[in-house]
């Protein structure tokens, strides 16, 4: 990793184990649970070292983990205390449009001091989290975020059911976000908004007490703007069990590395030591080094040892026939290294240097940015094929929403029953074609969700009508 300083072990040392809020008994008597945005302070930083400014839901980073049982209906009304407008999008959530949280496509952005109600159902168990979809390259590099857990219908039998939220930070030497950088076109144009500062659920290596002899579920999930947590998972001797929410019967196996691209989930099945005071580090890919960025303890006697219950399946659409099937193209252009010479940018093409001063630096399929007009339209029901050429020097994230998409061919070579995700990381030069069934109606956004390159116009849309 580019900028993680040495200070980052040191201040591994002496976090002791924290749990997070969970808001399931706070509800109002309408049903509805608050949950508000404000300015707040966190200790981004060892103890002792100062605290960050951020902006946090309900005053946490991350924000209070919101539990719903699948099928069930979640109520959340989210009051607006930032100095600029906002909303709450549920990621991953195949969900009602009209509560999909994206500013200026599903709903107008909540202005200062008022509030929006968000009233769903969840349709699929799994790891999911929410997040501002308005300015989201500075909410959520402020401290925006927190995970949504939808449990099975029968609560499945773990020892532990333990969520992390992963974030990277950029911060001052004394720990303030530093936010001469925001908007940079020096991170539009590249990596987007690298961090120096690791941390997981708003603690840098925090230390997690786990039953001994236990078997934990872990929920992983990546908050950061931009970066790609290569996750090592030899030593903690896990099996994958879910990809951003949907649970895998053949995990791919890619080495013991697990790449979690911005937005992405992971649910993982760790069987903890049989000893008291055992340690098992959660390690992620660094450049010359990996980094242990939290650490699990067990504690107390050793529990009896438990079989590893299977995820049922999510009732997910099936594909019909791919021959019928809307096919779409998608080229991914632009970025410093890359080929364009121009593209569309509010209905005028631009030379790339006219784009640059616009702020803007890719497009897909020659056009930056979100138009009037979608991508493609969907009838209900069909099968939609999108053909992705990542023809970038760069990673992107492609996020699909309200729909979960599987990959089908990948650099011209068939794929087959790869997982269903909302997020698809597409390395440079990449080719995929993902396919999924268009059964959620409404306006729906696709983009890359390293959150400057979002801003810089790796944004579309589709409609399904
Ligand atoms: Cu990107």
Redesign the pocket.
């Known amino acids: 990793m580019t900028q993680l300083t040495r200070r980052h072990f040191t201040a591994a040392l002496g976090a002791s184990a924290l749990t997070l809020p969970s808001l399931r008994a706070a509800r109002a008597s309408d049903g509805f649970v608050a949950l508000r945005a404000s300015a707040a302070k966190a200790q981004l930083l060892a103890t002792g070292e100062p605290q960050t400014d951020v902006w946090a839901y309900s005053k946490g980073v991350p924000g209070p983990i919101l539990r719903v049982r699948q099928g069930e209906r979640l109520k959340v009304r989210f009051f607006n205390d930032l100095p600029q407008a906002s909303t709450v999008h549920w990621h991953g959530i195949r969900i009602d449009n009209a509560m999909d949280g994206v500013a200026g496509l599903t709903q107008d952005a909540v202005p200062a001091g008022k509030s929006f109600d968000y009233d769903f159902v969840a349709p699929d168990a799994g790891t999911y989290w929410y997040h501002p979809h308005s300015r989201t390259w500075e909410q959520l590099a402020r401290g925006l975020y927190g995970m949504l857990i939808v449990e099975e219908r029968e609560p499945l039998d773990f020892d532990l059911d333990l969520p992390l939220v992963i974030d990277d930070w950029r911060l001052t030497e004394q720990g303030a976000i530093h936010e001469p950088s925001f908007g940079a076109m020096m991170d539009k144009s590249h990596a987007?908004r690298l961090g120096n500062w690791v941390t997981v659920n708003g603690t840098s290596g925090p230390i997690f007490k786990v039953p001994t002899n236990g078997l934990v579920r872990l929920r992983l999930a990546n908050a950061s703007n931009a970066r790609v947590l290569r996750l090592k998972t030899a030593n903690m001797n896990g099996q994958i069990i879910a990809l951003d929410g949907q649970p895998v019967s053949n995990p791919p196996n890619d080495g013991d590395v697990v790449a979690l691209a911005p937005s992405q989930r992971v649910d993982i099945a760790v069987r903890a030591p049989s000893e008291p005071n055992s340690t098992l580090e959660l390690m992620v890919q660094g450049g010359d080094r990996d980094i242990a960025v939290a650490t699990l303890q067990t504690s107390g006697p050793a529990v009896e040892k438990r079989e590893q219950p299977a995820l049922p399946l999510n009732p997910l659409p099936a594909l019909a026939r791919l021959p019928d099937a809307l096919q779409v193209e998608l080229r991914m252009e632009g970025g410093a290294m890359g080929t364009m010479q121009e593209a569309k940018f509010n209905g005028k093409v631009l030379a790339i240097r006219e784009l640059v001063r616009a702020g803007q630096a890719?497009a897909f399929n020659g056009v930056s940015g979100r138009t009037e007009d979608p991508l493609f339209r969907a009838r209900r029901g069909q099968t939609v094929v999108v053909n992705m050429v990542n023809d970038t020097a760069?990673?992107?994230?492609m996020h699909f929403h309200g729909h979960h998409v599987q990959v089908i061919e990948k650099n011209g070579k068939p794929v087959q029953n790869a997982p269903w995700r909302d997020t698809e990381l597409m390395e440079r030069g990449e080719k995929i074609k993902v396919a999924f069934p268009a059964e959620n109606v409404g306006k729906w956004m696709l983009h890359?969700h390293?959150l400057e390159?979002?801003a810089a116009g790796?944004a579309t849309w589709f409609e399904v009508a």
């Open positions: 987007g890719w760069w990673p992107h994230a890359c390293m390159h979002q790796m």
